[in-house]
């Protein structure tokens, strides 16, 4: 029995609802990996999320304005956690000038300029020396910020983000975690415009899953 012609065009258009739909939806084991076991997270009744990142990776200079504007506009149960990976022992240098801006306050202001400044200007912001002339003529004390570089606590906290790059399954940059459960990537997810949009399903998941 042949259907109606409203009938069948419904029934199309449903059909291609669904599949718009199931397209779109976050597959396992190749949009985000689940952790097993998952992380614990340090955010209480707040949703975390952890993004890894590399100064010296392009991708990541692309995704760090859509990053921001995205907590910008996120809800208040929703934190945001910045964490240099640390896949390479080259990457020492550039984890080290995030946690010394970290404790000189100075992350907020200088965050997005070390990603403009080394990608578009050339300055060697990986190397010493040259963050120390960088960041003197950015307003701050470049004996104290030499002094806090090669302190104790930033080496520790260095161990640390080396710890998490291997205990969160970090596989390349940037990555983001959601919730200490999922983990996504712009190569998992085909661009940084996707990856975000990835991390609003994941958030939209880690609540279900936390019953809100």
């Known amino acids: 029995m042949m259907l109606p012609r409203n009938a069948l065009a419904a029934l199309l258009l449903t059909l291609a609802a669904a599949l718009a739909q199931a397209q779109s939806a976050p597959q396992l084991g190749r949009n985000y990996i689940r952790l097993d076991p998952p992380q614990a997270v340090s955010s209480g009744d707040r949703i975390e999320v952890i993004e890894f990142f590399y100064y010296g990776c392009p991708v990541c200079y692309e995704l760090e ?26 990457w020492d240098n550039f984890a080290k000038l995030f946690y010394t801006l970290e404790a000189m306050g100075q992350v907020s202001r200088l965050h997005w300029p070390v990603y403009d400044n080394f990608h578009f200007d050339g300055v060697k912001l990986n190397e010493e020396q040259a963050m120390a002339a960088w960041v003197s003529r950015n307003g701050l004390d470049k004996q104290k910020f030499i002094d806090t570089y090669r302190s ?48 609003d399903q994941l958030v939209d998941l880690a609540r279900k899953e936390r019953g809100k």
């Open 65 to 90: 304005p859509k990053l921001s504007r995205w907590f910008f506009n996120a809800p208040g149960s929703i934190t945001l956690r910045r964490v240099p990976a640390l896949s390479s022992d080259n």
């Open 152 to 199: 104790p606590d930033i080496q520790a906290k260095l161990g640390r983000a080396r710890d998490m790059t291997q205990s969160y399954e970090i596989r390349g940059v940037p990555s983001i975690v959601v919730d200490g459960k999922f983990v996504t990537s712009a190569r998992m997810t085909g661009g940084t415009s996707e990856l975000m949009q990835m991390v």
